[in-house]
């Protein structure tokens, strides 16, 4: 499984801020009212990105306490490991494409907008969606590294599995 790229995350934000701009001066220019920014964007992205905090900040107490040899410590499964950084990495994916998107439609808002009162709203959610989709992209990264190989930890068969499980 290769490992996420911020250059490859920022090139997402990027072009999709780019392309969200765009769409929202083309559509604006045609005369056609611009659509809203739900409320709940926000909320969703820092759910997503509470969860994969919360998935990362277990993973890594049950790491240490295995690597540490505690009595008692629950092995981590490889497979549940292996899903939850999947699932991370989906997560920053799309959230380095949405938070991208809302971004470069505040952008057009506080450019061209601000004089309509319930747009001055649709900016700060726009806003704030950007910063919830950045911490699932923060929190996606943070669960990557806890998950990641360290060095001599890949051995032949029956040695430390991918998170330093004993198969």
């Not at 290769?2 to 559509?27: D, H, K, P, Y």
């Not at 759910?47 to 629950?74: D, F, H």
């Not at 952008?107 to 309509?116: A, I, P, Q, S, T």
């Not at 700060?124 to 996606?140: E, M, P, Q, S």
Request: aromatic share 6%; charged share 15%; hydrophobic share 55%.
């Amino acid at each position: 499984m290769n490992q996420l790229r911020i250059r490859t995350l920022a090139g997402l934000f990027v072009a999709a801020a780019a392309v969200a701009w765009a769409f929202a001066g083309l559509w604006d220019s045609l005369d056609n009212t611009l659509p809203a920014v739900p409320l709940l964007a926000p909320v969703i992205l820092a759910l997503i990105a509470i969860v994969l905090l919360a998935t990362a900040l277990s993973l890594r107490s049950r790491l240490r306490a295995q690597r540490e040899r505690r009595p008692g410590a629950k092995p981590v499964d490889r497979m549940m490991a292996a899903r939850a950084v999947v699932f991370g990495q989906a997560s920053a994916l799309v959230s380095a494409l949405v938070s991208g998107g809302y971004g470069g439609f505040g952008l057009f808002l506080l450019m061209y907008r601000m004089d309509v009162p319930n747009r001055r709203e649709q900016a700060l959610y726009a806003l704030l969606a950007v910063v919830a989709g950045l911490a699932v992209i923060a929190a996606a990264l943070f669960l990557e590294r806890v998950c990641r190989l360290r060095d001599g930890d890949e051995e032949g068969p029956g040695g430390p599995g991918p998170i330093g499980h004993r198969a």
